[in-house]
């Protein structure tokens, strides 16, 4: 299973935003990596900015190219914006949603979970990290999973009012996916516009 397993900070610096999320690096450093980060003031092209955009959203939900773009081809053909069903298919897999239920504290925690087995949809155990939700369905953790101390501890405190687009449920340690979020309701901070150029080029 293919996933980015480079250095976190220098990415983030590169970007100038935690999109792996809180970074004490990225506090200390809020320059980009490299020898002439602190100097280079270069302008970049239009091409650069529609590239870094992209790849700030793949490196923000763990996905990559191929994926990236068998999602967007996807968007491509689907009823809406582009760019909006884009990021809707993104926030509807399924390690983003064990995430944004706070199963798990990163995005990368929860792709873990959902590979070895820990995570069911509508009672059954799914460990296809990419697997896309469909209205209605429940994400739940495995009944023998539910002590585990990174999913309690994660879950603990959690504000599950967040994202109106999911409903959690305390007592059997499940989410329903109520629909796909519309475009204001997704927090990242992602022009999708700019993806969306790039690929019509």
Do not use: C
Request: aromatic share 8%; proline share 4%.
């Amino acid at each position: 299973m293919a996933r980015y397993i480079g250095p976190k900070s220098k990415i983030a610096r590169k970007f100038g935003e935690p999109i792996f999320g809180a970074d004490k690096v990225l506090s200390k450093k809020n320059y980009p990596p490299g020898q002439h980060g602190v100097s280079r003031k270069r302008k970049t092209s239009e091409y650069g900015v529609q590239l870094k955009e992209k790849q700030k959203a793949k490196y923000t939900y763990g996905v990559l190219e191929k994926q990236f773009r068998n999602l967007f081809k996807k968007a491509e053909v689907s009823r809406g914006i582009t760019g909006e069903v884009l990021l809707q298919l993104l926030e509807s897999r399924l390690d983003n949603v064990v995430y944004r239920l706070g199963m798990a504290p990163t995005r990368a925690a929860a792709r873990q979970l959902v590979s070895h087995k820990h995570i069911t949809v509508d009672g059954s155990v799914v460990n296809i990290p990419s697997y896309l939700l469909k209205q209605g369905q429940v994400v739940g953790v495995r009944q023998k999973d539910q002590s585990m101390e990174v999913i309690n501890n994660s879950l603990a405190g959690f504000n599950h009012s967040k994202y109106p687009w999911l409903e959690w449920n305390e007592s059997a340690m499940a989410g329903k996916f109520l629909h796909t979020p519309e475009r204001e309701d997704i927090p990242e901070n992602i022009k999708e516009q700019l993806i969306v150029e790039l690929y019509s080029k």
